[in-house]
C-alpha cells in the first residue's frame, strides 16, 4: 500500500484533492490507520484516479464523473470520450488562435487610423480568367465566418479536379456574391483552361475583366484582413472612387509553410461617381 503522499506522487494530484475525494465519496482509501488517521491506498485505486481525473478534464462534474465511474466504461469507451474532447480542444485552440489574431489586426486598424497608404494600392485593369470553383454560403462576410467556410472547399476543389484530370494553369482566386441577409455566397476558385462540361462536379466560369481595380497585397493569414481592407477602402474613398461589390482574392503564395508568408492581392473594382 502507498500512504497519501506517494499516491499523490504517483497519481500527480495534490494531497489535498485525495483528501476532497475521499470527502465526496470518489475515491476513498484503501484503508484508514485508525490510531494515526493515515489513508493508504493500494496500486489498483490508480487506475480509478486515472479515470477520475480524465472524465474531470472532459469537462464533467464531480457528480457526472461518479456516475460514469460506477458504470464502469471500457478502456475503448473511455478513450473514445478523451479522444473527442481532444479535437474538441485542439478546435477551440485553433479558433481562439484565430479570434486573438483578428483582434491584433483590428488593433493595428486602429494604431493606422489617419495614416493613408500611398505606394500600397495600384490602380489597373483585371483581365478576365477562368476558373473552376465550388460554391457555399456564410453567414456573413466577417473573416469569422468566412474562414470556415472557405478552407475545406478548396481542398475539395483540388480533390475533384484531381479525378476530373483537369489541370489547375494559375492562381487560386476567391469571388463573393451578396445572398440572403448578411449571408454571403463564398466562391473558392482556381484558374483552368479546360471548358465548362456537365460532366464535372463543379462550375467552370469566366471571371468578368475589370477594367478598373484598387489592388493593395496582403501579407499574412486571412484572418487578419479587416486592416487591409479598410486601408484600400480609406484609399478608394480618398481619391474619390466608388467600391463595386466585393473584392475579389488572389492567392499569390498560401495554404504551404508559415502564415506569415502567404500573400494575396485583393481586387476592388472601382468606377468614379
Do not use: C
Request: hydrophobic residues 40%; negative net charge; aromatic residues 6%.
Amino acid at each position: 500500500m502507498f500512504t497519501i503522499g506517494d499516491f499523490a506522487h504517483l497519481g500527480r494530484v495534490s494531497v489535498r484533492m485525495l483528501r476532497h475525494y475521499d470527502a465526496v465519496g470518489l475515491l476513498p482509501p484503501a484503508h484508514v490507520d485508525p490510531s494515526s488517521g493515515y489513508r493508504f491506498y493500494t496500486a489498483a485505486q490508480l487506475q480509478r484516479l486515472n479515470r477520475l481525473l480524465a472524465l474531470k478534464d472532459l469537462g464533467l462534474t464531480l457528480d457526472q464523473v461518479r456516475v460514469v465511474l460506477d458504470e464502469k466504461l471500457s478502456v475503448e469507451q473511455l478513450h473514445g470520450m478523451l479522444s473527442l474532447r481532444r479535437a474538441e480542444l485542439r478546435q477551440q485552440i485553433l479558433a481562439d488562435e484565430s479570434r486573438l489574431r483578428r483582434v491584433e489586426a483590428r488593433l493595428r486598424a486602429i494604431e493606422r487610423e489617419g495614416a493613408m497608404p500611398t505606394d500600397d494600392v495600384v490602380v489597373k485593369p483585371v483581365p478576365s480568367a477562368r476558373v473552376a470553383r465550388l460554391t457555399a454560403t456564410a453567414a456573413s462576410y466577417g473573416p469569422e465566418d468566412i474562414g470556415p467556410v472557405i478552407q475545406p472547399l478548396y481542398p475539395e476543389l483540388m480533390a475533384r479536379l484531381e479525378r476530373a484530370g483537369v489541370p489547375i494553369t494559375g492562381y487560386g482566386i476567391a469571388t463573393y456574391e451578396p445572398a440572403e441577409g448578411d449571408q454571403v455566397l463564398v466562391q473558392a476558385g482556381v484558374t483552368v483552361s479546360v471548358s465548362p462540361s456537365d460532366s464535372y462536379d463543379f462550375e467552370v466560369v469566366d471571371l468578368p475583366a475589370l477594367a478598373s481595380a484598387a489592388t493593395i497585397v496582403h501579407r499574412g493569414p486571412m484572418d487578419d484582413v479587416d486592416a487591409t481592407y479598410q486601408s484600400v477602402a480609406a484609399w478608394i474613398e480618398a481619391h474619390g472612387y466608388r467600391q463595386n461589390g466585393f473584392a475579389r482574392e488572389v492567392y499569390l503564395n498560401y495554404g504551404d509553410g508559415d502564415p506569415a508568408e502567404w500573400i494575396t492581392e485583393l481586387q476592388l473594382e472601382i468606377t468614379k461617381p
